[in-house]
């Protein structure tokens, strides 16, 4: 039997929304290669919208496989939607996740959560740095 | 789609000659080998011939070879046998950073009994020196555990050496030698080691079989209580089927050994120079003289080696990895740590082990399915983002 859910390998094996966007609007990166995953998410807002999502991932199949389907939550989605997205949600879009891959591949919702809170960071800048 | 198995460190396929040998025993020949009708003495004469097939194997005597359920129980049954034998000159036991974790894990639940346990470290080839055993020995030392060979790296350990330094002391010498008997030439005597362990799915035999090979005057405690098996000292009705193909394997081994290595070396040096070649920024582990005839293990950089094995197993290619990923208690390989590899560079690991039926267009076809699998994955990876951001203009 295998490990992984049919929905896990297609994210694996055809990952969407990989790369990175040059000028992002915000970044976040979680994880270390001590654990053995990594993940960096980029995005771009327009409106308060999540225009774009990328991401570059070091880590197992399930870890590529969870960032490509929090990019694919995530695209289009309001900020407030987009923050929304929890692992447990993830893991269910995925059809389930080996019970020992749930907490450490599954960092793609905090990653793109941090990504977000670089970009309200950098807003609040600009805002202040206007007044 | 090709089918390629290079895992054979993990297990080996039977051999047709080796099943042929255990069919009889799963069939009409059920005998309990404990009992004294045809039924039992049919049985019983199988499991002596299979005995005497081991035994010639490793160079022992017949009458010294202990059949078991794995090679993790010959490790554990010697280990916690041994060391609880002779506590009464001491609890002090050594063995190696690198040990299979039967090994590990059995000195640990030693530790817990009262035990004190040392690791003796090993080179960035997963060498052990044999003045750090003799560095590591106590007047208290009673038992000294070093892996013949190791499996991952495909080191092979200066067991000779160390045996003569343990000679000097009070300690009992046991030898890992699941990935070494039955692959390598292994002669206990030569070697003058007290104790070994050894496993039927290393060389084409059965799984749930192996031995453990105790020198005769040498005390072990007995690991399963219960009848009189194994005279006394592993109780339980002995797996006949099992032990006829432990056995028949054992003697196909040795008769082969010359011929099987000779195959396997090509094999694994064809892969040891060319994928290196073919892929950049790739380590190889393991000594590169002193090592397994089919092992061939690299660390490739800035990936992960689950992704890179499912990636190969899509592609009809099976092979094993001591990444965190794919261990279950997710942690990088003790192994890898203990040859001094960074965490990063340990989870890239990817081990290929060479049996008997590959051929050369195996290897061809590893180094062409696997290049564009590195390319994707790295093509995926921060740190490799991040290694040529760095590098850029520096070439």
Redo the contacts between chains.
Sequence with gaps: MPIYSEKVMDH??N?RN?G?IENPDGMG?VGN????????FFIKVKDNRLEDVKF?????????AVSSMVSEMAKGKTLEEAMKITPRSVADELEGLPK??FH??NLGAQALNKAIQDYLGRKKKAKGGKQ | MRKVYLDHATTTPLLPEVREAMLPYLGEAFGNPSCIHEWGDAARETMETARTQVAQLIGANTDEVIFTGSGTESNNFAIKGLALAQQNKGKHIVASAIEHFSVLHSAKTLEKWGFELSLVPVDKYGMVDPEDVRKSLRKDTVLVSIMHANSEVGTIEPIQEIAKITKESNAVFHTDAVAAAGTIPVDVKGLGVDALSLAGNQFYGPKGVGALWVRKGVRIIPFLDGGVQERGRRAGTENVPAIAGLGKAAELAEASMTARTEHLTQLRDRLLTELPAAIDHVVVTGHPQHRLPGNASFCVEFIEGEAMLMLLNSQGVAVTSGSACTSRALKASHVLIAIGLPHALAQGSLLFSFGIDNIFQDVDYVLEVLPPIVDRLRQMSPLYAKFTRENKGGK
Excluded: H, L, R, Y
């Design positions: 694996f094996m990952p990989v990175e990166e290669p001590i654990c053995g995953d990594m993940m960096t570059k991932t070091f880590g197992c199949g399930a870890a590529i020992q891959k450490c591949s």
